[in-house]
C-alpha cells in the first residue's frame, strides 16, 4: 500500500476554467471514489482524512462519497455500515452510483436480479448471505432479500443525486454536456459516459466523479476523475479541495 504525503499539491499546471472553481471560504470538501466493497480501504483511507483533519485543523469539513459502494469487492454489506456510521460521527453527503440503483432495482424485482449477479451484485449477495451449495437463483434472490436490514434499504433509498459546493459539482457518472445542472436528469449523473467524457466543454462548475476507473486521478479543465478502480488495484483516492487548493490522499 502507498499513502501520498499527507495533503501534497497535486497541480503543477495553471488551469484555464471559465471560473476559477473554489470552495466557500471556511469549507474544506473531502470526495471519495468509488469504494466496490473494499471495507478494507475505506477504513483506511476515513483513518488519513481524521489525520488530515487532526493535523489541518479549522474549517468545516463535509465528506461527499461519489457512489459504487456496492458490488465487486467482498465487504459491500460492511461498506455500507461504516458509511452509515461515518454520517452519525462526521458531516456526510453520499450519492448514488449504478450500481446502487441496479441493487435496489434488484431487491425489488427477480427480474432485475440475473443482470445485477453478473455485473458485481453475487459479490454483494455473498457479503449478506453465506454461499450454499444447490441455492438456485430464485432461493438466493429470496434469501438475500431477508438478509438485507431495512436500514440497508432505507440508505440506499436516499442517496443523493448530486452535491454542489462552490463552483464544484459532485456527482457519480458526469453530467449531460448542454443542459444546466437544475435539469440534469439523476439517470444521466449516474450513468453517462462517453458523452460526458468526452466533451471539453465547461458545465457550469468544475466536476467532481468517478464512474469510470483510470490509474490515477484525471484531471481536466472542466471535470476531475477520482475513480482509481480501487477494488483491483486497492488505490482508494480522495480528493480535498480548500479554497483554491487541490490535495490528494490515497490508500
Known amino acids: 500500500m502507498t499513502l501520498l504525503k499527507p495533503r501534497p499539491p497535486v497541480f503543477d499546471d495553471v488551469l484555464h476554467e471559465p471560473v476559477a472553481p473554489v470552495v466557500p471560504e471556511n469549507m474544506r470538501v473531502y470526495a471519495i471514489g468509488d469504494v466496490h466493497g473494499r471495507l478494507d480501504l475505506l477504513t483506511t483511507l476515513q483513518e488519513h482524512i481524521d489525520e488530515d483533519m487532526g493535523t489541518n ?19 459491500s454489506a460492511g461498506v455500507i455500515d461504516a458509511l452509515r456510521e461515518r454520517m452519525r460521527k462526521r458531516r456526510v453527503v453520499c450519492l448514488s452510483g449504478n450500481h446502487e440503483s441496479m441493487m435496489l ?5 427477480q427480474d432485475a436480479f440475473p443482470h445485477w449477479l453478473r455485473v458485481g451484485g453475487l459479490e ?17 434472490w429470496k434469501s438475500w432479500r431477508e438478509a438485507v436490514p431495512p436500514a440497508h434499504v ?29 435539469l440534469q ?23 467532481v466523479h468517478g464512474h469510470t476507473p483510470i490509474r490515477e486521478a484525471e484531471v481536466l479543465s472542466n471535470r476531475i476523475n477520482i475513480d482509481t478502480g ?17 490535495y490528494l490522499i490515497a490508500t
Open 57 to 75: 485543523p479549522g474549517p468545516n469539513c463535509i465528506e461527499v462519497y461519489l457512489g459504487d459502494y456496492v458490488d465487486r469487492g467482498a465487504q
Open 154 to 182: 432505507a440508505f440506499l433509498q436516499q442517496l443523493h443525486s448530486h452535491f454542489v459546493c462552490g463552483n464544484y459539482a459532485f456527482v457519480h457518472a458526469g453530467l449531460r454536456p448542454g443542459v444546466p445542472l437544475e
Open 230 to 246: 480501487a477494488y483491483a488495484t486497492g488505490h482508494l483516492t480522495c480528493l480535498i479541495l480548500e479554497g483554491a487548493d487541490r
Open 105 to 109: 432495482d434488484a431487491f425489488v424485482s
Open 124 to 140: 454483494t449477495v455473498f457479503s449478506y448471505i453465506t454461499p450454499t451449495p444447490g441455492l438456485d437463483e430464485a432461493q438466493m
Open 185 to 207: 436528469r439523476r439517470e444521466d449523473m449516474m450513468w453517462i459516459r462517453r458523452e460526458f467524457l468526452d466533451c471539453p466543454d465547461w458545465f457550469g462548475h468544475c466536476v
